[in-house]
């Protein structure tokens, strides 16, 4: 479904202005002979009219609010995908690079990766970075906990093929890159927040045939850490 926008919302909003302008006139040209009670009547449910008019405005700015909204360069969503999307996005993709937190959605669902065998490089905090206690603060979960699904998806990913490096440098918000060297590529972000919990978290979207300069980006962004000898390193679950 498209979104809503807000040259949708003048259109209904002009289109109906102009249906209440040819129903009062032929309500009024009607009902001017008539009694003071009945023109008071018609008064009432006329008003009554204007403010079920102003209540289906505000109907609509919220339906926009709370679905897709165009940015200029990609799709703002309030909330991360349901992890059945998701999965199925990336098993649509011929290939698929990412940097995540912890993984922590397919640490519990161990067979996810079998089925996501596109997913061909990952990217995971290491469970040694000092910065994952700032991350547990944030998410209010704790360390030991990151710690051990980080491991979980390590170990879990490796065995389905997907090489998996871990990241010792400054945590970023989590990024998925499909089909990098193809023209249908996509990028997603999903925005760290503190106190927000995973599946509230928003995101937005970027298809290459929209924001070409930002998938690119984004692909490069990745394959340097990836590269960084220093800071993204080879891993296993046992470390």
């Known amino acids: 479904m498209k979104p809503i926008t807000d040259d949708t919302i003048c259109q209904i909003y002009n289109n109906l202005t102009d249906f209440g302008y040819v129903v009062v006139g032929g309500v009024w040209a009607a009902i001017r002979d008539a009694p003071d009670y009945v023109i008071g009547l018609v008064a009432l449910w006329a008003a009554v009219g204007v403010l079920l008019l102003i209540r289906l405005i505000a ?3 919220s339906r926009r609010k ?22 199925q996005k990336l098993k649509d993709s011929s290939e698929v690079w990412a940097y995540w937190h912890t993984g922590g959605n397919f640490a519990n669902n161990p067979n996810s990766f079998n089925e996501a065998r596109t997913l061909r490089m990952l990217i995971l905090i290491a469970p040694t970075n000092s910065e994952l206690d700032q991350l547990s603060a944030i998410t209010d979960v704790p360390t030991a906990i ?3 699904q980080i491991r979980q998806t390590t170990e879990l990913a490796q065995k389905a093929g997907c090489s998996v490096r871990w990241w010792y440098g400054h945590i970023t918000d989590n990024t998925t890159v499909g089909n ?7 990028c997603e972000i999903e925005t760290l927040m503190p106190r927000v919990d995973a599946k509230s978290r928003p995101r937005m979207e970027f298809k290459r045939d929209d924001a070409p300069v930002t998938c690119d980006g984004l692909q490069k962004w990745f394959n340097d850490m990836w590269l960084n000898q220093e800071l993204c390193r080879e891993s296993t679950a046992s470390q």
């Open 59 to 61: 109907w609509l700015l």
């Open 66 to 87: 709370a679905r897709n909204i165009p940015s200029g360069l990609g799709i703002a969503h309030p909330h991360r995908r349901s992890f059945p999307e998701f999965l």
């Open 146 to 148: 990151l710690q051990n």
């Open 180 to 186: 990098p060297n193809g023209q249908n590529t996509w």
